[in-house]
């Protein structure tokens, strides 16, 4: 309560009393006794925290800042700095350290800290009289989960940097391991020092908003089929309404979509379980409802990973299975599960009495999907578009779909709502100076933020030169929105397009093979300055682009292998090499 003697009118004492209700019980005593005037004073000043985080995706930034307001929150100083920036010699400076880093794929670092984290493991600042805490983001469907999360505290650990609380290994669904996380890092890094609350930053934090624990229910506007009949591709446009969302994202950002298993997919495990879709389950946080409402819109029932089939062994007692599970057979399982689904350990190791509950419990939450945006919001005020191959393919025998992907096809046509958010990508941008070249590389729907880019450019007047390289199978069938960039050559709001049409000639043709034939000119753009982009499939596609980059500054430049690496490795340090890969 305000104090009665406090300067303030009846009524001005009411509205900072309601204030006082929306704070933590520390915030209300401390400012209760400001305005009594005995508010504590400071006996100790804590350590700065300096927030480092290392992000593919950007969650991770997205993360950092949430810490950074939660400790300002508490009246800390707290700043966040990207491990890309940064040299490890530079830890040596920062007195209370919270890392958050995800691993990529199977053991890899995020590729914009690739270069800090090399150097990391070789050089050996010291860093005692420091302290540390890491939070690990990765993917259990992955064999080496938060390994680059791991190393990194262990190495802190062993440079002489005092651990403040344990690691946090966070899977895709990371909201309460984070949280658990972040409270135990505040409970530390103030320890021993009074601290004033930040109420600016409790105001800034209050904002309610549309986002990933709250997604917008957008319209869908419309769809349209981009192949063309005849193509053995499925590839959809898809619009949807922003208005009264207050949602803003920028080109090169992504939309994260909320899914929803398909019926015919949970009927199937409904069949082969024999549980009832009304039984009641209690799913992770508490929630209780009926099973099928559970397994169609809460619970990831697709995926199989190394996590959730030790899971199931412990309720299969399976010699077989532990067999497959053990060390010994790391090949012989990842052979098994390629093209197999949950429902595929059920049938072929089946659990005698194996109740509903003990089903749900091994699962974890549905995942949302990110997908790149396709459109400028320039050009496309209150909306926001997406380019999505809808996944359908054979396995073991059965017909296996991907999750969001066909649920976008099938089950959102036009006039239905699905829950999205903005994923900002703070790695994936356009050149501030709009006279920047650009180069684009995306074949497939990686042609999606290039659409955004061209269409973003063109709204601003940009009078740098642009060239897109893009790639499918068949020019008749898959040339995706072959009159939009026919329409933009003729504006002038894109130089150059290049194309590779795979399936259209007796030996494929790729996207990088054409960049070999106009390696000559590529590299004279370079040379003026281009920013280089590639947006697509990690393992095969960008891998091979990547190479193929290297292969054509080596020659043009006439420099050694060695030194056309280092000249790419400048091109990322100076952000004119960008990749939005997956």
């Known amino acids: 309560m305000i104090p009665s003697h406090a300067p303030f009118s009846p009524e001005q004492s009411a509205t900072l009393s ?27 000043v804590a350590a700065p925290l300096t927030v480092l985080y290392g992000t593919e995706s950007g969650n991770c930034e997205e993360l950092a800042d949430k810490l950074v307001k939660a400790t300002k929150k508490k009246g800390l100083k707290a700043s966040m700095k990207n491990l890309a920036d940064l040299k490890p010699a530079d830890l040596a400076g920062f007195e209370q350290m919270a890392v958050i880093i995800s ?64 690691r946090e290994d966070c899977d895709v669904d990371f909201d309460d391991s984070f949280a ?32 990933k624990k709250n997604p917008f229910p957008a319209e869908v506007l419309d769809t349209v ?13 898809l619009e949807f309404s922003l208005e ?32 009832s879709e009304e039984e009641e389950v209690e799913i992770k946080g508490g929630d209780k ?31 077989e299975l532990q067999k497959l599970l053990s060390d010994e057979s790391t090949s012989e399982f990842r052979e098994w599960i390629w ?106 729907t990686g042609i999606a933020p290039f659409r955004a880019f061209i269409e973003e450019r063109a709204e601003r007047g940009a009078k740098g030169d642009s060239w897109l390289f893009f790639g499918d199978q068949k020019y008749n069938f898959d040339f995706l ?26 030996g494929k043709v790729y996207v990088q093979d054409v960049m070999r034939r106009q390696a000559s000119e590529l590299y004279e753009w370079l040379k003026r300055g281009a920013t280089f982009y590639v947006c697509g499939d990690k393992e095969r596609m960008a891998k091979d682009v990547h190479e193929t980059l290297i292969e054509i500054i080596a020659e043009q430049g006439q420099l050694s292998e060695e030194e056309a690496v280092a000249y790419v490795g400048q091109l990322k340090k100076d952000k004119r090499y960008q990749r939005d890969v997956y």
């Open 18 to 44: 309601s204030l006082l209700a929306t704070f933590t019980p520390e915030q209300s005593s401390w400012l209760s006794g400001f305005f009594a005037g005995r508010a504590p004073q400071p006996t100790a």
């Open 339 to 444: 093209g197999r689904e949950i429902i595929d350990l059920l049938q072929t190791f089946p659990v005698a009495g194996l109740t509903a509950q003990q089903f749900v419990s091994i699962l974890r939450k549905l995942p949302p999907r990110l997908y790149s945006i396709a459109s400028s919001p320039k050009a496309h005020p209150g909306e926001v578009h997406l380019t999505v191959a809808a996944v359908r393919y054979d396995g073991h025998g059965k017909a296996r779909k991907g999750v969001a992907s066909t649920f976008l096809a099938d089950a959102a046509p036009t006039g239905s709502k699905v829950l999205v958010y903005v994923h900002r990508n703070m790695n994936f941008r356009l050149p501030q100076d709009d006279a920047t070249p650009i180069i684009m590389v995306g074949p497939g």
């Open 180 to 211: 658990a996380w972040l409270d135990r890092v505040l409970e530390k890094v103030g320890e021993g020092a009074a601290v004033i609350p930040d109420f600016a930053a409790v105001a800034s934090i209050s904002t309610v908003d549309y986002s």
């Open 103 to 166: 691993t990529w794929g199977d053991g890899e670092a995020p590729e914009a800290a690739e270069g800090f984290y090399n150097a990391f493991l070789k050089e050996a600042p010291d860093l005692k009289g420091t302290r540390f805490s890491v939070c690990a983001l990765g993917d259990t469907s992955y064999e080496k989960y938060c390994e680059i999360g791991k190393v990194f505290d262990s190495r802190l650990e062993t440079l002489g940097s005092e651990r403040m609380t344990v």
């Open 225 to 237: 089929l981009l192949n063309g009949e005849g193509s053995v591709k499925e590839t959809i446009h």
């Open 481 to 506: 929105y072959q009159l939009e960039w026919q329409d933009h050559l003729k504006e002038k709001n894109l130089t150059r397009l290049d194309v590779a049409f795979s399936r259209d000639q007796p």
């Open 244 to 275: 009264g969302s207050g949602l803003e994202y920028e080109a090169g950002d992504a939309l994260a979509v909320v899914p929803v298993n398909a019926d015919d997919v949970v009927a199937d495990l409904i069949k082969v379980t024999g549980f």
């Open 289 to 319: 409802l009926p099973l099928g409402k559970a397994l169609r819109e809460k619970l990831d029932i697709t995926a199989l990973s190394r996590a959730i089939t030790r899971k199931y062994l412990a309720l299969a007692e399976n010699a």
